[in-house]
T-cell receptor, first 114, second 114 residues
């Protein structure tokens, strides 16, 4: 059981480039989330999805887009990379909404924008 | 600011001793709390959770205590081992008319001294 898998693990982008961070889960969870983690800060929610075809903004959605065409996959897209988007990105999933049970995380994508 | 915070950003404990990591929360309506462990280069790993209708919950070598009167959460780790060295986060879920989300603390770094 792989859980939540994120690719790539590391990436360096130039300002203005675009990329997609991949996330897939094999637990048949309806809820999926994208967070960013900056040094000394708690995880910040970027986007989340309550099921295939449904997505919504979190606290810090600007500069990002998501889609959810299947239960398993929840990719995060950066269209015009900016230095402020240098961070570690974590994808998570849960069986139900946040108050029902824990979220399970992938091992992250470390992204640097130069 | 953060509604979930930690009293101590770093904690060093002798191997074999017990450790206590503390967390304060500000929303008295929060109904669900989670502790995560994050090792270097990894994603947050679920340790234990507790609901607001409980004061204490035990797992394998870990105990979470919830004091709703003073809005305080603690994680006790018994007989610490080198593998317990990590950053520990608490998170709270605040009911919000079906639009719930977890709020994460900034973390405490626990170092086990051999």
């Amino acid at each position: 059981n792989a859980g939540v898998t994120q690719t790539p693990k590391f990436r360096i982008l130039k300002i203005g480039q675009s990329m997609t961070l991949q996330c897939t889960q094999d637990m048949n969870h309806n809820y999926m989330y994208w967070y960013r983690q900056d040094p000394g800060m708690g995880l910040k929610l970027i986007y989340y999805s309550v099921g295939a075809g449904i997505t919504d903004k979190g606290e810090v959605p600007n500069g990002y887009n998501v889609s959810r065409s299947t239960t398993e996959d929840f990719p995060l897209r950066l269209e015009l990379a900016a230095p402020s988007q240098t961070s570690v990105y974590f994808c998570a999933s849960s069986y139900g909404q946040p108050g029902v049970g824990p979220q399970h995380f992938g091992d992250g994508t470390r992204l640097s924008i130069l | 600011g953060e509604s979930v915070g930690l009293h101590l950003p770093t904690l060093s404990v002798q191997e074999g001793d017990n450790s206590i990591i503390n967390c304060a929360y500000s929303n008295s309506a929060s109904d669900y709390f989670i502790w995560y462990k994050q090792e270097s280069g990894k994603g947050p790993q679920f340790i234990i959770d507790i609901r607001s209708n409980m004061d204490k919950r035990q797992g394998q070598r870990v105990t979470v205590l919830l004091n709703k009167t003073v809005k305080h959460l603690s994680l006790q780790i018994a007989a610490t081992q080198p593998g317990d060295s990590a950053v520990y986060f608490c998170a709270e879920n605040s009911p919000n008319f079906g639009n719930e989300k977890l709020t994460f603390g900034t973390g405490t770094r626990l170092t086990i001294i051999p």
